[in-house]
T-cell receptor
Framework: DTAVSQTPKYLVTQMGNDKSIKCEQNLGHDTMYWYKQDSKKFLKIMFS???????INETVPNRFSPKSPDKAHLNLHINSLELGDSAVYFC????????????????FGDGTRLSIL | AQSVAQPEDQVNVAEGNPLTVKCTYS??????LFWYVQYPNRGLQFLLK??????LVKGSYGFEAEFNKSQTSFHLKKPSALVSDSALYFC?????????????FGRGTQLTVWP
């Protein structure tokens, strides 16, 4: 009965490859997020979707493309992987009450550890 | 500009002693404030939040935090630390009028509790 689940947990691949990470939440939340945590544990938001609509798109290379088929799923596809993409990627979700009114905590998955060889 | 500062990369305390993990913030409006904890190889877990009202908020695992508007601080506290509290702690802030869901995180403070 995991609330936010990500697959795979570990991803080891070579530079230049294309890979996808999947995320699913069973909390009934309408907002989902992707974060990148670097080797120094710094968390940086990448994208946010509300009811399948992109609402936050930080300065992320366009090799990264999120896709939300429905409000319970948010996937992340990465093209032409680079060494600097090595990090832990976290998916999160929250229940938000409308634009500008949002005090609910975010629920995080356990991360996908991406290593580029 | 919104920002969160956690001035200490590491905090070390002995088991049974009180602990404090510091956080200061900067937002253009009134903040929602959060603390999260991250254990090794796990995602962030919500501990507590300040929305409005009483400046002292209580959360999970015996943690509490004090909101101080004049000092723009939201320090995390626990009266008696446990070895199992050892983890990475993140403070986060959201401007009430900000884009939906946009949280700003501090850089994290590694708490180590010695037996």
């Amino acid at each position: 009965d995991t609330a936010v689940s990500q697959t795979p947990k570990y991803l080891v691949t070579q530079m230049g490859n294309d890979k996808s990470i999947k995320c699913e939440q069973n909390l009934g939340h309408d907002t989902m997020y992707w974060y990148k945590q670097d080797s120094k544990k710094f968390l940086k938001i990448m994208f946010s979707y509300n009811n399948k609509e992109l609402i936050i798109n930080e300065t992320v290379p366009n090799r990264f493309s999120p896709k939300s088929p429905d409000k319970a799923h948010l996937n992340l596809h990465i093209n032409s992987l680079e060494l600097g993409d090595s990090a832990v990627y976290f998916c999160a979700s929250s229940q938000d009450e409308g634009l500008g009114v949002s005090n609910q905590p975010q629920h995080f998955g356990d991360g996908t550890r991406l290593s580029i060889l | 500009a919104q920002s969160v500062a956690q001035p200490e990369d590491q905090v070390n305390v002995a088991e049974g002693n009180p602990l404090t993990v510091k956080c200061t913030y900067s937002v253009s409006g009134n903040p929602y404030l959060f603390w999260y904890v991250q254990y090794p190889n796990r995602g962030l877990q919500f501990l507590l939040k300040y929305i409005t009202g009483d400046n002292l908020v209580k959360g999970s695992y015996g943690f509490e935090a004090e909101f101080n508007k004049s000092q723009t601080s939201f320090h995390l506290k626990k009266p008696s630390a446990l070895v199992s509290d050892s983890a990475l702690y993140f403070c986060a802030v959201r401007d009430r009028g900000s884009t939906l869901g946009r949280l700003y995180f501090g850089r994290g403070t590694q708490l180590t509790v010695w037996p």
